[in-house]
């Protein structure tokens, strides 16, 4: 369960956002100090399963053969076999189009050195290599819990957003994302909260609010 405080911040980000015509979602600013992001270690690059959903569609895209490729077909958004991937890596405006299109990859883990090799200068760069399968995983669990799933990248920038929610969402459930993302950064950040100067939370279009 989120603190009071967080849910009190999501409750005025959601309270003083203007009506729009569009279901806005509600995201979280983290603004970092006192740490050396020139330094890639140093950089927070980490996936976190929000427990409350993220509250938007995630789109996925699996890639495999056989079985897994069949079980995977109802759960993923586009499941590509080995010859679609080479088709994809003699076609770079389509592979950038399918990584720009996409939040996440899922791969068989026999599948990852043809990945690297067709589609790594572009999915390298986004950030979106895809997550390998091991033989014994479930590929429909899996999907699943990447679709509420979301990505903390700050790259070389002190300040960086993610995704907590839509504001149709309970303020308490997103409050909980909330939570589970700040206690991941205490967890990564090498001075844990230290490293964290200011967070806020806002919906699309609205005022940002401070989280104490």
């Known amino acids: 369960m989120a603190d009071q405080d967080i849910e009190q911040a999501v409750n005025r980000a959601l309270d003083e956002a203007p009506p729009r015509n569009f279901r806005e979602t509600v995201d979280l600013a983290i603004n970092l100090r006192d740490i050396d992001l020139n330094e890639p270690s140093n950089r927070v690059d980490t996936g976190v399963v929000l427990p409350a959903g993220t509250g938007q569609e995630t789109s996925i895209v699996v890639f495999a053969e056989g079985e897994t490729a069949v079980r995977a077909e109802d759960a993923a958004d586009d499941v590509l076999d080995g010859d679609q991937l080479a088709e ?121 609010v401070e989280v104490a």
């Open 88 to 208: 994809l890596g003699d076609d770079d405006d389509e592979a950038k189009d399918l990584a720009d299109a996409t939040d996440f990859f899922i791969a068989e883990e026999s599948m990852m050195p043809d990945i690297g090799r067709y589609l790594g200068t572009v999915l390298g760069p986004r950030g979106k290599m895809p997550t390998p399968l091991d033989p014994d995983d479930d590929v429909v669990e899996v999907v699943n819990r990447m679709k509420n799933t979301v990505q903390l990248r700050s790259k070389e920038r002190r300040t960086f957003h993610t995704r907590v929610g839509a504001e149709d969402m309970d303020a308490e459930n997103i409050a909980d994302n909330v939570d589970v993302i700040l206690r991941r950064l205490h967890a990564e950040l090498e001075k844990g909260p230290l490293n964290i100067d200011t967070v806020f939370v806002k919906t699309t279009m609205g005022p940002a």
